[in-house]
């Protein structure tokens, strides 16, 4: 399975956390950890509000996400899966432009530009979660592009 049909699958239709609410923390914590490693409490709950905003989150039996990073504890183990699925799509990508040169074709493991129904949902939520999350001024350009 590709890593864009692992995170379809993950969210499921409509954009709904088929996880645990202790595994939305973890993947909250991932995100924020790959947006800015240095990320301050008051930045971590801004996250997990904002992806709030863009799926639907069943956090039951917290109350809100304050509660699940006070009382709850993160499970890992999607972070873990997603984690090997892009290092998987890097190392391919990464292969394919060392055999092909750097203006290869990528195929369906280039997102901005790939057909697929993995590849359009995330870039339709990218574009989604561009309204709540500051982007660098390079990676909003390549949103305001899609």
């Known amino acids: 399975m590709g890593f864009l049909s692992f995170v379809s699958r993950l969210l499921g239709l409509g ?10 923390l973890a993947m909250v914590q991932y995100m924020a950890k790959k947006n800015n490693p240095d990320f301050t409490l008051q930045e971590f709950l ?3 509000e904002v992806m709030q905003k863009v799926m639907k989150v069943k956090l039951a039996p917290y109350k809100d996400f304050r509660e699940l990073l006070e009382k709850g504890t993160p499970d890992y183990s999607m972070v873990e899966k997603l984690d090997g699925k892009l290092s998987e799509l890097h190392q391919r990508r990464e292969l394919k432009q060392a055999i092909y040169g750097p203006n290869v074709d990528l195929g369906e493991d280039d997102v901005m530009n790939s057909q697929s129904e993995g590849a359009i ?10 309204q709540h999350v500051r982007f660098s001024d390079e990676d909003q350009k390549k949103i305001d592009d899609l």
């Open 46 to 48: 801004q996250w997990g």
């Open 121 to 130: 949902f995330a870039r339709d939520m990218v574009k989604d979660l561009s």
């Open 15 to 24: 954009r709904r956390w088929n996880g645990s609410p202790e595994q939305y």
